[in-house]
C-alpha cells in the first residue's frame, strides 16, 4: 500500500505545492521507506508552505539525526 500511496502524494504535491500536511505525511511514508534525504527535502518544503509547522520541525530534526548517524556508521565501517 506505501508503494501505491508515493506516487499520488508525489502527483498531489505537484499541483498543491504549498500543502504543508501533504508534504509531512509524504516525508512520513519516506521515512518508513528509508528515504531519509528525500523525507527531509519533503519536510523543508512542509517547512517552506508553513514555517510554524511543528511537527516537520520536530521530524526534520530527527531525520537529519538519522542521517548524520547513519553518515557516522558509514565513516567508521570504512576504517574497518
Given at each position: ?10 502527483a498531489s504535491l505537484a499541483k ?15 521515512v518508513q521507506a528509508s528515504k ?45
Amino acid at each position: 500500500m506505501r508503494a501505491q500511496a508515493a506516487p499520488l502524494y508525489a502527483a498531489s504535491l505537484a499541483k498543491h505545492p504549498g500543502y504543508a500536511e501533504g508534504h509531512a505525511n509524504y516525508a512520513a511514508l519516506l521515512v518508513q521507506a528509508s528515504k531519509l534525504e528525500a523525507a527531509a527535502d519533503q519536510y523543508r518544503q512542509a517547512l517552506g508552505a508553513k514555517p510554524d509547522h511543528a511537527k516537520s520541525r520536530k521530524n526534520l530534526q530527527l531525520v537529519e539525526n538519522q542521517i548524520k548517524a547513519a553518515a557516522a556508521a558509514a565513516a567508521a565501517a570504512a576504517v574497518l
